[in-house]
């Protein structure tokens, strides 16, 4: 029995060159209390992917098709009522931008009790104070405002918010990349800590594969809308099977020669116009006659991973 | 905290300290001489008759315009401070504080209440036009109210008047309370004060809403693209929650700024709406000054003015922080 799944997602953007397909048929299962990665560059969909999954984009963003499974209930197609109530208590997002996630009028103590009372849940300062000691702040944040708290500390109440009502899942776009790496490493040291602690399923959306293998059990990479390969942490790092992966792999800068970083030559195809083949392709040094005209399937591996590559 | 608040009092006594310096230099700036003008004046309407420059001198003498120019200007300070502006020349000898202050009611009262009706109106429909799920019905009533607000007030006044006041007369077209009235304390003076305000005050309100809505509706869009905006969303809060407590709190603290901004105008800000519905108003009164030229009580209106521009910007000040806790922390 899985937390949360994801059949066949597209979601899509209507602009005034045509319709933008963010996402196309990803699919992919949580288990309870597992912890999964997001990889991928800038515009392959990722964070859409992951706010698709609390049903929050936005128009003229949609989801177009597929299913996305919580308790039995689909929420890509849930009624604004039944969302409202499964977000935060069933399925939590930490959001990306900490500096701006919080309202600047209010204390972050009146941010708590809102969602409490937004879902019946019982609150109290014993409860907020309970919450923050959590994520390793003092009971006196509660009285303050937003702007009074460095860009750590904000992120801090954003992951308390989230698991204030012990969600069964996680959803945490890029809660790291405004912050600096010492403090990049505290966050996620405490998102893993509280995590644990509730047991939690978690959806971690990010774009740095180092941060990455210390936090998740599996590793999913995204590549122009697509979920291209989708591995256990181990197994995609020693045998990346998906061009697109092996060459993320590959540009991270590790202790060799200074000053040479590799990195993968070209640009991600335009999401406007689908290509015929592998999305891929254009970029790939390993791609023959048929990546330019048919597009790959998803393929099950031995060992439970997946990909999407005719050569892999 | 406290530091704040006397950083922001003292602010506003420089500002009213400049203010009434400008106002003692420009007229003595200004070329020619009141003295030598106001007795020629006289003498072409054939009632001088003798010495014209012991006359003068006299003249000089009884307004002060003899002493050292130091010892005029402190002299003007300290009757600023205890708000004696001289006497009215068209009335003499009415002091000019007495005009004033008699027109300062009507003003505040006019003025104040469009003011405020306009601004409360205005931002919600604006904040309503930006809400994605808000009322359809909603989004044709924006469009004659952003129309209304590109007519001049006192264009749509005299349409006003002559729509309601004359062609269909049922509200009164001149005068602050019905002509002959004696005011009493009563509810039927109530009555009449409010029916002459109806419509300069709508003229105002009318000609202001769109302004208003339109700079809303603005503001309304730039916040519900910030980050806390999803965040609230992904909490499960209710709708209402999101849209009053998280994006039209928000919205509205540049919106707040303005409304302090216009009541600081509010003295000199309809002056043609009072002066084609005849208020008994302070516009109307410098109108009819300027008219007579009264220097005293315009002198007197234009100090009235920046006093409560000055006052205005303390009463912003001072209630800022209270909106926007941000305020308090950068400035403290």
Known sequence: ?312 | MVGYLLRRIGMAVLVMFVALSVNFAIPRLMPGDPVEQQLAAVSAAGGQTGDMAEAAAAMRARLGLDRPLAVQYLAFLANSIRFDLGVSVASYPQPVAEIVLAGLPWTIGLLGTATLLSFVVGSLLGAMLAWPRAPKLLKFLALPVVVLSAVPYFILGIVLMALLGILWPVLPVAGGYPFGMVPNADFATALGIAKHGVLPGLSIVLASLGTWAVAMRGMVVGVLGEDYIMLAEAKGLSERRIFLAYGVRNALLPQFTQLALKLGLLVSGAILVEVIFAYPGIGYRLYVAIGQKDVFVVQGIVMLLSLSIALAMLLLDLIYPLIDPRVAARSA
């Open chain 1, 1 to 312: 029995m899985s937390a949360l799944a994801v059949r066949g997602l597209c979601v899509e953007f209507a602009s005034a060159r045509g319709i933008v397909r963010a996402v196309q048929n990803v699919s992919f299962d949580l288990a309870p209390g597992e912890r999964l990665g997001l990889v991928g560059e800038s515009g392959s969909g990722k964070t859409t992917t992951a706010l698709s999954l609390l049903s929050l984009i936005r128009p003229p963003g949609r989801i177009a098709s597929g299913e996305i499974l919580l308790d039995g209930v689909d929420i890509a197609r849930a009624t604004p009522s039944a969302l409202r109530r499964m977000r935060a208590a069933r399925i939590a997002l930490v959001p990306q931008g900490a500096m701006n996630a919080l309202n600047p009028v209010l204390t972050c103590g009146a941010q708590f009790a809102d969602l409490f009372a937004a879902h019946g849940a019982p609150g109290g300062t014993a409860r907020i104070a309970k919450l923050l000691a959590s994520v390793g702040l003092g009971v006196e944040v509660a009285t303050l405002y937003p702007h009074q708290l460095s860009g750590g500390m904000k992120q801090r109440v954003c992951i308390a918010l989230a698991i204030a009502l012990r969600p069964a899942v996680i959803v945490a776009d890029e809660p790291t990349s405004a912050l600096d790496v010492i403090v990049q490493k505290q966050i996620l040291k405490t998102l893993l800590a509280v995590q644990r602690d509730i047991g939690a399923a978690v959806v971690l959306v990010g774009h740095d594969m180092g941060l990455m293998a210390q936090f998740a059990h599996r590793i999913g990479v995204m590549y122009a809308g697509r979920l291209v390969e989708l591995a256990f942490v181990r197994d995609i790092f020693a045998t990346p099977r998906h061009p697109y992966t092996r060459m993320l792999i590959d540009s991270l800068p590790g202790f060799g020669a200074r000053g040479v970083f590799k990195g993968i030559p070209g640009l991600p195809p335009s999401l406007l116009t689908a290509l015929p083949g592998c999305s891929f392709a254009p970029r790939c040094p390993r791609a023959g006659p048929r990546c330019t005209v048919e597009m790959p399937q998803t393929r099950i591996l031995e060992g439970g991973g997946e990909v999407r590559c005719h050569d892999a």
